[in-house]
């Protein structure tokens, strides 16, 4: 009884189980209505019938038991709801903080660029002084 | 002959004389009210003979009693006595047969028909055929329980999107409970402590089945949403449908920005554009639900507010917006912006233009405009709003005129989430016998013996509105000085002005340290300021103690700043000479000579050489240049004649010759002012 996924999957079997029993019930019946029933298979379906039965039987008190011990009489009124609006409104703060942050950087990399590009220009225009005066 | 009439005579009573003297008589008895009024006439509690005479008229009465009404008063009565009469014969009889003397037995037996010929072979084919009804019958419902369970667990259904499984995660994040064979749910911040009236009531219902059917989902990767469960971009099959009512559908958000034009104050029609599919997945779904109805509740309370507080300029509340004025010319404005999913939006009359899913969208203003985009401005901040993703327009203007304060919608978000709060959680400890919800101060209130205007103080809360704006008015104010700062730090290279601020803040308060310094000289001398911003008035503690306020007019904070940067020069310059070994000869902060400062005073400081025959004397005001004089007294070339025959009668102030310091060699006025004082010892 570990996770409420297991709860969900045992009461998953224990339906299953049940349309077993049914089954089984309906074989033997239909078994005994023939003309001439096989006893073998009668029986063969009617200790299935017993045992998957009692399969349920003591898969459905543990769950009973279990419920008994957690749930109480009331219904729960509290809710999540305040909680979850404060998860909300943090993380509205950190996109917010993300988005300024994001705007930073986005600055960043044009200055960068304007700088790369002033640097390239001042050095062509090196080049092209030390050209002329090369030359002459 | 003639005939005789027979007729009763009309006796009847008179029930009412009308005006005309004409009379209304009661209408005669029917049959039935006829005996009604004669068996009330009728005593039982007379003698047995005459029940006996009662009996035989009732045996008539009985008679009659078919062509007459079935049900008359005594009826049960007559019932009852009937019954009687005949157990009492029977005892009589019975009585009869026991009482002679000789006694005899009576013995009851029952009456016994022929017991049937039993018939073994039918009876067996009879019993085969019904066990064979019981079988099939057993069989056909173990059919039926495995196909709803093969149907569950589908292989074309991803594990963990069972019906139950679904509905265990959901019951994890929101209310359910269980109303007869529906499970309803509910949506409203009752429970975390609201209370507006919306019932935000769910149903959650078993999604039906079918290929492209409303159980198909898409998940986009902008679910910004942070209990969702992990699910994968792909289509994903939900086996629970959620249905929220009409009201709450589509996506909702504040919209708050502040205005700075006069005109057009409620011409602003705000529209949003924020697409929903018809079908989402439940936990987005839901959400986004929460959030229409969390709008919805703080707008509303919003404009109660706004309409019951009374300040000088009046607050406006036009459809879906409300206009407060914050500073003369500055408005508030805060509208709800909520997009129903199909294409009606509330309060707003600009024509939608469906844009590309989502996000960013394309609003049509109302009137002579053609169609402004607004991609560009609101899809950086798309994923942060609180809504989700809106796109911001407003009909009939540039989007990019009014921007959307994302953080004062935060703002007021938290501030109904703050009364929410304060709602349910009453501050520990407080004492048993106290009520709930009292807070420490009103506790202590009797002891303390408090007076009416203090309780009533006391009790004075702020409104949702107010404390909004006084918020704004503060990053407003904040936003403006920051400007005012950086224009000027820009504007003046000399001194170098650096702002440091304050990370953490209130949101009516906030700091700022101002350091003014001189490149290069930042040891000699540091002008340090603080300047707290409140909502309307700004507040400066300057370096020597002293304290000033400010209102919120820029120019104020610009004059001081300007004069904080005259003085600064001016007490750098006398550090320096200090540690070049000038003489200060004299310092005055605010001189009274001179052209006429338009705002504060001039202040002007004297510096000697060393040897003392060399001085400068500089001249600053927070609006005029700087300028700086040298006189040389005795001057170098000394020629003796008959008036003065020593060079130390020239030692008398000489006259003053104006450097034009902006031409001299010096990164900044003191070093300027360094290399003038090297070049005039040397």
């Known amino acids: 009884m570990s996770s409420p996924m297991d709860r969900l999957q045992t009461l998953d079997n224990i339906e299953k189980d049940i349309a077993t029993v049914l089954q089984s019930a309906g074989h033997a019946l239909s078994e005994l209505s023939k003309d001439k029933p096989a006893n073998k298979q009668v029986e063969g379906h009617v200790n299935q019938f017993r045992q998957t039965l009692t399969n349920v039987e003591t898969e459905l008190a543990k769950q009973i038991n279990y419920l008994t011990q957690v749930s109480t009489g009331q219904a729960h009124e509290g809710s999540s709801y305040n909680s979850q609006k404060t998860l909300q409104m943090a993380m509205h703060r950190l996109d917010h903080a993300r988005t300024r942050v994001n705007e930073l950087d986005t600055i960043k990399t044009k200055y960068i660029q304007l700088l790369q590009q002033h640097q390239l220009q001042k050095q062509q225009q090196g080049m092209q002084q030390q050209q002329p005066s090369s030359q002459s | ?682």
């Open chain 2, 1 to 682: 002959m003639a005939d005789i009439r027979l007729e009763v005579p009309a006796e009847n009573s008179v029930l009412e004389v009308l005006y005309d003297g004409s009379e209304l008589h009661q209408q005669p008895p029917s049959m039935s009210e006829h005996l009604t009024q004669l068996a009330r006439k009728i005593d039982f509690a007379t003698d047995g003979e005459e029940i006996k005479e009662e009996k035989k008229e009732e045996e008539e009465e009985e008679e009659k009693q078919p062509f007459q009404q079935p049900h008359w008063p005594l009826e049960e009565v007559r019932n009852k006595i009937r019954q009687a009469l005949t157990e009492v014969s029977v005892l009589h009889d019975l009585l009869a047969v026991v009482k002679p003397k000789p006694p005899q037995y009576m013995v009851l037996d029952p009456v016994q028909a022929d017991p049937p010929e039993p018939k073994a072979y039918i009876q067996f084919l009879s019993l085969k055929k019904s066990l064979q009804a019981a079988g099939t019958i057993l069989l056909n419902g173990a059919e039926r329980l495995r196909t709803s369970q093969a149907e569950m667990g589908r292989p074309g259904r991803v594990v963990g999107q069972d019906f139950h499984i679904e509905l265990l995660r959901l019951r994890q994040n929101w209310r359910l409970k269980k109303v007869g064979s529906t499970i309803l749910g509910d949506l409203s911040y009752r429970s975390a402590g609201s209370m507006y009236r919306h019932s935000g009531i769910f149903e959650v219902s078993k999604a039906d089945d079918g290929p492209g059917g409303p159980g198909i989902l898409s998940i986009g990767s902008g679910g910004a949403s942070p209990v969702a469960p992990q699910l994968g971009p792909r289509a994903i099959q939900s086996s629970l449908r959620v249905t929220v009512p009409t009201e709450l559908t589509g996506s909702a958000y504040i919209f708050v920005c502040i205005k700075k034009d006069e005109e057009d104050i409620c011409s602003a029609q705000l529209t949003s554009s924020d697409f929903v599919s018809g079908e989402t997945h439940w936990q987005q779904k839901l959400e986004k639900a929460q959030n229409v109805l969390f709008c919805k509740e703080l707008f509303s309370q919003l404009a109660r507010e706004a309409v019951k507080l009374t300040p000088s300029i009046p607050h406006l509340v036009v459809g879906n917006q409300i206009t407060a004025t914050i500073f003369p010319g500055i408005h508030l404005l805060v509208g709800l912006c909520h997009s129903d999913g199909k294409n009606g939006q509330k309060g707003g009359s600009g024509v939608l233009v469906p844009g590309n899913s989502g996000t960013g969208g394309v609003v049509v203003g109302g009137n002579n405009h053609g169609s402004t985009t607004n991609m560009a401005p609101t899809s950086v901040m798309a994923g942060a709003s609180m809504a989700g993703a809106p796109g911001v327009g407003l009909g009939g203007l540039g989007p990019s005129k009014y921007k959307h304060e994302h953080d004062l919608e935060h703002s007021l978000h938290q501030l109904l989430h703050r009364v929410y709060h304060h709602s349910f959680q009453h501050p520990l400890p407080h004492p048993v016998y106290a009520y709930m919800g009292m807070s420490k101060r009103r506790r202590a209130a009797g002891p303390e013996g408090m007076d009416k205007t203090q309780l009533v103080n006391m009790m004075k809360e702020q409104t949702l509105l107010e404390q909004i704006i006084r918020q704004v008015q503060h990053n407003f104010l904040r936003l403006r000085t920051m400007y005012v700062i950086d224009q000027l730090a820009a504007e003046f290279k000399d001194p170098l002005i650096v702002s440091h601020w304050n990370a953490f803040n209130s949101p009516t308060r906030s700091c700022v340290k101002i350091n003014i310094a001189t490149q290069g000289y930042d040891s000699v001398l540091r002008t340090k300021l603080v300047i707290h911003i409140s909502e309307r008035s700004l507040k400066c503690i300057c370096r020597d103690g002293k304290i000033m306020t400010m209102s919120f007019e820029p120019q104020e904070l610009r004059n001081l700043i300007l004069c904080q940067i005259s003085q600064h020069n001016m007490a750098a310059l006398q550090c320096l000479a200090r540690y070049t070994g000038w003489t200060v000869l004299s310092s005055e902060q605010n001189v009274g000579t001179g052209a006429i400062e338009p705002l504060g005073n001039a202040s002007t400081v004297m510096l000697a050489s060393p040897s003392g025959n060399k001085v400068i004397g500089v001249h600053s005001g927070p609006h005029q240049r700087v300028s700086v004089m040298v006189s040389s007294s005795p001057r170098p070339d000394f020629y003796p004649s008959t008036v003065v025959s020593g060079q130390r009668w020239e030692n008398l102030g000489a006259s003053w010759q104006e450097v034009r310091h902006d031409r001299m060699e010096g990164r900044n006025f003191l070093n300027k002012m360094e290399l003038l004082m090297a070049a005039l010892t040397a």
